[in-house]
């Protein structure tokens, strides 16, 4: 059992929300009172004394009571409830985050198979948060999923602090029925975590033509002005070198004229050829090419 023992009222009302919204069993004590029977984990902040029990005659806590200590502030509460039920499950929970890529990637995170959190970012906040889930854990792994390959390279190119693992996605999409709009991806990265993959430090991708096509619509769509970026800063854009809004800027800052690595014109407006799965309207939203689930 999880017992919660604080006098700090901002820390007390964030652990006890985490805990109910999980759904785990605690109780509440005021830091001193005597420990209920089957305590196995004490959450409690840096300042309160508190203390586990001695055998008859110790000083030192009674080795036949083992009372693992969580100190936690109001800042950092989730984590604190994460490593208090680590605890509880026993050693052996492997932290596993799994990443299904695309223009807002999916990321699970699994202790010992368990979904502990999940996530739906744009691209531009995965890293940053796939980071954060994986700073205190030990032996940490990150599995990201093949398709979507830019987004999926990025993301593989600049984590840092965990080794990565490439996962063959196929299948790992499931059925969504009614109502379930925008969970594909999330439930795509609990299935991805679960599968093991091949371990990469890097992954270098040669964004296709149509990949580039795409990168270059999109351009246009989010300039204002019907400009198009040119084929050497759509290649930026695929290697995470620039966003789409850094790449229009800079082409903004050229002479108009200039090309210096492709034609701007749109060969394919019109026909459907290279626009995101969205504006194409087949359901798909991996705007970074084709993906077999």
Do not use: C, W
Request: aromatic letters at 2%.
């Amino acid at each position: 059992m999880i017992v919660v023992a604080t006098e700090d009222f901002e820390l007390y009302h964030e652990i006890v929300t985490e805990l109910r919204d999980r759904g785990v069993s605690f109780t509440t004590i005021r830091p001193g009172d005597d420990l209920p029977e089957g305590t196995r984990v004490l959450v409690t902040a840096p300042d309160d004394e508190v203390e586990i029990p001695a055998a008859e005659g110790d000083s030192e806590p009674d080795p036949e009571i083992e009372v693992e200590r969580v100190v936690a502030t109001p800042d950092d509460a989730r984590r604190a409830v994460e490593e208090a039920l680590t605890h509880l499950r026993g050693e052996g929970g492997r932290t596993v985050v799994g990443v299904d890529p695309g223009t807002r990637p999916g990321i699970a995170v699994l202790v010992d198979d368990a979904v502990v959190a999940a996530f739906h970012v744009p691209l531009a906040d995965a890293v940053d948060v796939i980071e954060r889930e994986v700073a205190d854990a030990v032996d940490p792994v990150v599995r990201v999923g093949d398709g979507a390959r830019l987004q999926g390279a990025q993301i593989v190119n600049d984590l840092d602090g965990a080794p990565v693992e490439l996962v063959d996605e196929t299948g790992t999409t499931p059925y969504l029925g009614a109502g379930t709009r925008g969970m594909g991806d999330v439930l795509a990265a609990v299935n991805i975590a679960r599968i093991p993959g091949e371990r990469v430090d890097s992954r270098e991708i040669d964004p296709t033509a149509g990949e580039l096509q795409r990168i270059k619509d999109r351009s246009r769509r989010a300039s204002g002005d019907n400009r198009t970026i040119d084929e050497a800063l759509a290649r930026r854009v695929a290697a995470g070198e620039l966003t789409i809004d850094e790449a229009l800027d800079e082409h903004r800052g050229r002479p108009v004229g200039v090309r210096d690595g492709g034609d701007d014109r749109d060969p394919d407006r019109g026909n459907g050829e290279g626009l995101d799965p969205a504006d194409r309207g087949d359901g798909s939203d991996d705007a970074g090419g084709e993906r077999e689930r």
